[in-house]
């Protein structure tokens, strides 16, 4: 058996864009994910070990120390992050000649190839859902066997055949033992959860079709595979004994509740175990199953309301609507579950007007917190391809070469990049800079010393990201993988 490095690997300052995160770039307020899909190799690998650089604010020559006791490294990447992530695969190989060094994540997934012939320390990547993959890797087994795997052999790349989708996902070992063995849970922050979080999916894949989402389309597929109730309810409890600190567990599937009768159960046995608990839902979740959610003791939901504007959903076949968001909305409101909503700017369709349609929605629905984004087209998503057919791409990257935040890349009919990139810091002043948002916040610090805290810094922490955006983000710190 190969010792195995699980590896997040360093780049920009607190770059969250790698092994669980949805959003591959440097927030507006710090954030750090849990390195998740990581973890359930390192499960399966005796000896393996999780390294989560950007947490741990490491760099490339200490990572490549640390690595040095290992002979297979894998690193998780990004379409944001795959250009300085081979700069440390190149630092590994540099060190340690014959210690055979992989990429994962969606990026491999779709362009392995092209990835592969970015550099020649890269021995190999494997796609798509990799736990089997690597750790066959790990055992010794021919790489021509191997399933999900693409690699480098003479000079030529080979790709084998795809490896089927995991069925079985109570199967797999539980992530929250290689939390308490490799990660500290204290420096994992996620602005709306309390702190400190922990991470848990109960399931794989989305059975939505949303243009834009970058997981479901190259990574973890369009099916919605579940862990029963059974082994989630036990992993939870395992959790709560093994961080009797944690202040609550979030589920961070594509969707929590894509099968209701499924998360009603889920609800009810996490009632019996009597913990504060987060999850993902869509606007079209059913007012049932919310109630059950809540009276299994359900603190907050994270919902994309994407857009308010009708016509923009329906070109994302977001599969809902205005009026199910606002009701979705009302029921949250009336049962006393919070909401944290996220939206996006730059979608197909977007206009300068569609765009103050959101603004306006987001401070009608009034949710407890939002998070803006601006729409990036991954490669291997439809909404990729359907800005290279009609030319809404213009030169540059995704993210900002000094700090990691998200660049607008497109410009459509009447509507250019820098419009769009605009349009982030001013829908967040227009929705935070209210008088009915900012008496809320002022209540809840009177009253809370533990979230007055935590909403001085992440205020700290905003109103420096504005000001960067406002300066065009040249000031700020360097990438560590330089």
């Not at 195995?4 to 440097?26: H, M, V």
């Not at 994270?302 to 857009?307: A, D, K, N, R, T």
């Not at 009026?323 to 977007?350: N, S």
């Amino acid at each position: 058996m190969l010792r195995t490095l699980f590896l997040n690997p360093p780049c920009y300052k607190d770059f969250d864009g790698g092994a669980g995160s949805r959003y591959q770039a440097t927030r507006e307020v710090t954030s750090f994910w849990y390195p998740t899909w990581l973890c359930y190799p390192a499960g399966m690998i005796p000896g393996s070990r999780v390294l989560d650089a950007p947490p741990l604010n490491l760099d490339v020559t200490e990572v490549v120390k640390i690595a040095a006791d290992y002979d297979l490294v894998v690193l998780f990447t990004s379409s944001a992050s795959v250009g300085f992530d081979l700069r440390t695969v190149a630092a590994l190989k540099d060190a340690k000649p014959d210690q055979i060094v992989g990429l994962v994540g969606p990026q491999v997934s779709v362009l392995p190839e092209e990835t592969l012939a970015l550099s020649r320390a890269l021995d190999f990547v494997a796609r798509r859902e990799f736990d089997h993959t690597i750790t066959e890797l790990a055992q010794g087994q021919p790489w021509e066997d191997i399933l999900g795997l693409s690699y480098r052999r003479q000079d030529r790349i080979h790709h084998n055949p795809d490896r089927p989708w995991i069925e079985d996902l109570d199967a797999l070992p539980w992530v929250t033992d290689i939390y308490h063995r490799d990660l500290d849970i204290q420096r994992y922050h996620i602005p709306y959860l309390k702190h400190p979080y922990i991470s848990i999916y109960t399931g794989r894949g989305c059975p939505n079709r949303c243009v834009y989402c970058l997981w479901p389309q190259t990574f973890s597929g369009q099916k919605f595979r579940v862990r029963s109730v059974a082994d989630v309810a036990a992993e939870v409890k395992h959790a709560l004994e093994l961080f009797p600190q944690a202040a609550e567990i979030f589920f961070d599937d594509d969707t929590f509740t894509a099968k209701a009768p499924r998360a009603r159960d889920l609800a009810r046995e996490f009632g019996r175990l009597n913990f504060t608990w987060s999850a993902t839902a869509r606007v079209t979740t059913d007012y049932d199953t919310l109630k059950a959610m809540k009276e299994g003791g359900i603190r907050l939901v994270v919902v994309g309301y994407e857009s308010g504007n009708d016509q923009i959903l329906q070109n994302i076949r977001k599969g809902a609507t205005l009026e199910q968001a606002r009701r979705f909305t009302r029921w949250c409101k009336d049962l006393g579950i919070q909401i944290h909503g996220t939206f996006m700017v730059g979608l197909p369709g977007e206009t300068a007007a569609s765009i103050q349609d959101s603004m306006k929605f987001a401070c009608e629905l009034d949710p407890d917190t939002i998070q803006v984004s601006l729409a990036t087209p991954y490669p291997g998503t439809e909404f990729y391809d359907l800005c290279q057919r009609e030319g809404y791409f213009r030169p540059g990257a995704l993210v900002d070469s000094d700090t990691g935040y998200q660049k607008c890349v497109l410009d459509y009919p009447g509507l250019k990049a820098e419009d769009i990139f605009q349009a982030v810091p001013r829908f967040y002043r227009q929705f935070y800079f209210r008088p009915r948002y900012m008496a809320r916040a002022l209540k809840t610090m009177i009253f809370d010393a533990s979230e007055r805290k935590r909403l001085l810094r992440e205020g700290k922490e905003f109103f420096g990201f504005l000001l960067r955006r406002s300066q065009g983000s040249h000031s700020s710190s360097s990438c560590k993988a330089c």
